[in-house]
């Protein structure tokens, strides 16, 4: 008998599982490519790109420097992860990103494949 009334709540634990998962992957969807800085947007001249690829995963790249990362979009925001536990947050819109430095200047970076 117990089993019998666990059976009744598994439709609506399937169906808020198929929610979040569709939920979660259409947060990414779209935003996919490389995003390039203007060479006088970023901290001394050095252009910044970001790829973003569709598994979530991608890099940060300084000159020749590149830092893995994870990104999401949380909330109408894209959320860099860096290994080291840090997050960058930045808007994102389907050819740029916004990203405000600590100095209170805007980075941005243009979407260019």
Request: glycine share 8%; hydrophobic share 35%; net charge negative.
């Amino acid at each position: 008998m117990i089993f019998h009334e666990h059976t009744k709540s598994f439709p609506l634990l399937l169906l808020c599982f198929a929610m979040i998962l569709t939920f979660s992957c259409a947060q990414t969807e779209g935003y996919q490519g490389r995003y390039v800085s203007s060479q006088g947007d970023s901290p001394e001249g050095a252009e910044i790109t970001v790829e973003l690829n569709e598994n979530g995963h991608g890099l940060w790249i300084v000159t020749e420097e590149e830092v893995a990362i994870r990104w999401e979009i949380r909330n109408g925001q894209l959320l860099l992860h860096t290994k080291s536990g840090g997050v960058i947050v930045g808007k994102i819109s389907e050819d740029m990103i916004e990203i405000q430095q600590p100095d209170s200047r805007k980075l941005n970076l243009k979407r260019v494949r």
